[in-house]
């Protein structure tokens, strides 16, 4: 079969390099084409000559000379470039005189005696010289071509009877080897029927084989797969157990056992290194009210702002926990001199105490922070956050957004606060209190206009406890709810019963606390008390403090709107010590002013505090707001206020807070000589 194969090759070559050598016609048979239009041209550039030049005048002649010697021209150009291509076949075609007779003929037939007989004939034996050149380079030309032409058919027919030949050679020595392949077909197709059968036998074992094989590797991928998930779930189960363990879910920050393990860790260095340990306490202020006005998904947002600015603010070093609600402890370690401690805990009161923009809505925290240092202030971290504690509790009485170090007074302060906190629970279950009343007088009857309830405790062991001292810690750990209600059911009860025997209209104040009007829809708890014991609400009046205005509510400012429809009387309690503001006054529905006493008491003295009280009153009259000068000890006082038209004076210069059953004797003595009206309204003029 090789044989074959090559056998054809050779003979496959042989006839391609003949049929190339064929190739050459057609650029000769191209090249006598181009010949022979040139020679056209030629005769029709003499001809047409003769024709315009013969009659004078007519231009059709002219033009169509014109036209066939310029396509002569053009032909020249042809020839001369491919005699460059094809030089040995225009060896024997003089284009040197065909060039010059061409430009002769050119440069007569432009000049203006072309007509004359002797340059005409001039042309004419130009033209006729090239007509002879051409036609004797054609006769040469052509013959040649011809002999060529002969030449290569003969050798093409040689070099293709050799190939016919060498073909048929191939052509027998192919039978002769289908012959025997056929002869031998039988035998070849045994042994391809043997092999095939083996080779699948072999191949179904391999097959078999190569499943069972497939099916091991995939159970064991899978077994593999399921134990590495397996383990990787149990890896995340452990980190996540761990990271609760030891971190809050909502801050990231460490809780209460990483912040031990952290704090027994610097301890240990302090130890070694003859260093400090610093752990602060610190408590968010006001964050209760904006978790309660601005709701709980806001102030989880804010206490994680809050954990972010505190970790910025500490070294590396340092370790901040939260330990619940608005709570943090702090471990500052390796300090060498506390003002290292001023003034990182500086950086952590200036970084809160920045606005905090939370889904639209601005908050304004601060931070007291309590500071206790290890191991001056304790051992152990149970007594350390302890004695923090009190110091935090220090900063938040000397006005917030501080921080107080620990002293040894402090901690007597705290326990007496907790003994006082035990002991206030303790007086709300026994029902420990009472109320005192101080009279309301008329400076300018005589009479008395009213009465102010004031809460006193006796406690068994103490005796009576001032209410600046238990009131804000009641309302700090939120007993003022079930104490104030309690004092206005017992105010609102006695009253029902004096107001029974006066004529004249009477008013029982009493003081509610901003935290009532935050926890307690009070306009309802109200109305229900004075149903309850039966007195009007023209007969009551609540007094507040600046602060819950300040606020600028709208749940307290509806609150108070609805009490004031109600019919009943509303005092700003303490006014001018606080945030006073013609605003809040225009705004809320306040219909009394109550002067405090730190500026009763320094009539005559300072005057500037009589300046204010006289335009506290002349303010009052501008808003129709009536006016009560609190804390009146002295004539002069009491003098005073009547030269500047106050109409309503309270204080120890008329009568000290008494109890109910001495307050009725002292009413029945006043009744018998009152005097002119007195309400707390905006109807009334009053200075």
Not at 176 to 205: A, C, G, H, P, W
Not at 286 to 308: V, Y
Not at 359 to 382: H, L, Q, R
Not at 581 to 598: A, E, G, H, N, V
Request: proline share 2%; glycine share 4%.
């Amino acid at each position: 079969m090789l044989s074959i194969i090559l056998l054809s090759l050779i003979s496959s070559v042989i006839l391609y390099r003949q049929i190339a050598n064929l190739q050459i016609a057609p650029v000769r048979t191209e090249l006598v084409s181009f010949i022979n239009e040139y020679e056209y041209e030629l005769m029709r550039s003499t001809m047409a000559f003769s024709d315009a030049y013969n009659h004078h005048n007519d231009t059709k002649e002219y033009t169509e000379f014109n036209t066939w010697f310029n396509m002569l021209l053009s032909r020249y150009q042809g020839l001369e470039r491919i005699e460059k291509q094809h030089s040995a076949i225009f060896n024997r075609l003089n284009l040197r005189l065909l060039k010059s007779n061409l430009q002769q003929i050119k440069l007569l037939v432009s000049r203006s005696d072309i007509h004359q007989t002797a340059n005409l004939q001039k042309v004419k034996q130009l033209f006729h010289q090239l007509v002879i050149e051409t036609h004797q380079f054609q006769k040469q030309w052509v013959f040649q071509n011809e002999s060529l032409v002969l030449a290569k058919q003969n050798k093409t027919l040689s070099s293709y009877q050799n190939s016919v030949v060498l073909i048929f050679v191939t052509f027998v020595i192919g039978i002769i080897m289908v012959l025997y392949l056929f002869s031998n077909n039988k035998k070849l197709l045994i042994l391809r029927r043997t092999l095939e059968q083996r080779v699948d036998s072999r191949t179904k074992e391999l097959k078999d084989s190569n499943s069972h094989l497939i099916s091991e590797v995939q159970e064991r991928k899978k077994t593999e797969l399921e134990l590495m998930q397996s383990q990787l779930a149990a890896e995340q189960a452990h980190k996540k157990i761990q990271y609760q363990a030891n971190f809050d879910p909502l801050t990231q920050l460490a809780n209460r056992t990483l912040f031990l393990e952290r704090f027994k860790q610097a301890s240990v260095r302090a130890d070694r290194n003859n260093t400090f340990v610093a752990l602060l306490f610190l408590d968010l202020d006001r964050f209760k009210h904006i978790n309660d006005t601005l709701g709980h998904s806001i102030g989880d947002k804010l206490l994680q702002e809050a954990s972010s600015r505190i970790q910025i603010v500490l070294r590396a070093s340092d370790t901040a926990a939260r330990f619940g609600g608005d709570e943090f402890a702090i471990v500052l370690s390796d300090i060498e001199e506390l003002k290292t401690v001023d003034l990182i805990v500086s950086r952590i009161l200036k970084s809160l105490a920045c606005p905090f923009r939370l889904c639209g809505n601005d908050a304004f925290v601060s931070a007291s922070i309590g500071i206790t240092v290890y191991p001056t202030d304790g051992a152990d971290t149970e007594t350390l956050l302890r004695k923090a504690d009190s110091a935090m509790y220090k900063a938040k009485d000397a006005g917030r957004n501080n921080y107080q170090f620990f002293t040894q007074q402090m901690d007597i302060e705290a326990n007496e606060r907790r003994l006082l906190e035990a002991a206030l629970y303790k007086a709300v279950e026994a029902q420990e209190f009472s109320l005192h009343y101080q009279p309301i007088i008329k400076s300018k009857g005589d009479g008395i206009a009213g009465v102010e309830a004031l809460i006193r405790w006796k406690d068994e062991t103490r005796g009576y406890i001032p209410p600046a001292e238990f009131i804000p810690l009641a309302e700090e750990i939120g007993l003022i709810l079930p104490i104030g209600e309690w004092v206005l059911k017992e105010a609102c009860s006695t009253a029902a019963k004096w107001v029974e025997n006066i004529s004249e209209p009477f008013i029982v104040s009493v003081n509610v606390s901003s935290r009532q009007f935050q926890k307690c829809n009070m306009a309802e708890q109200i109305a229900n008390i004075l149903d309850e014991t039966g007195l009007a609400a023209k007969h009551l009046m609540l007094e507040m403090t600046e602060g819950l205005l300040m606020g600028d509510d709208q749940q307290i400012l509806t609150q108070l709107q609805e009490i004031r429809e109600m019919g009943i009387s509303l005092a700003i309690d303490d006014f001018g010590t606080g945030y006073s503001s013609l605003s809040y006054l225009k705004k809320y529905p306040i219909t009394t002013l109550k002067i405090d006493r730190s500026f009763i008491q320094d009539i005559d003295i300072d005057s500037d505090d009589d300046e204010l009280i006289k335009g506290i009153l002349s303010m009052a009259k501008s808003l129709n707001v009536s006016v009560v000068a609190e804390g009146v000890e002295t004539v002069r006082q009491a003098e005073f206020l009547l030269e500047n038209d106050c109409l309503l004076i309270q204080g120890f210069h008329y009568s000290k807070p008494m109890p109910a059953i001495e307050f009725s004797q002292y009413l029945q003595q006043g009744t018998s000589q009152a005097g002119s009206e007195f309400k707390f309204s905006r109807e009334r003029d009053c200075a």
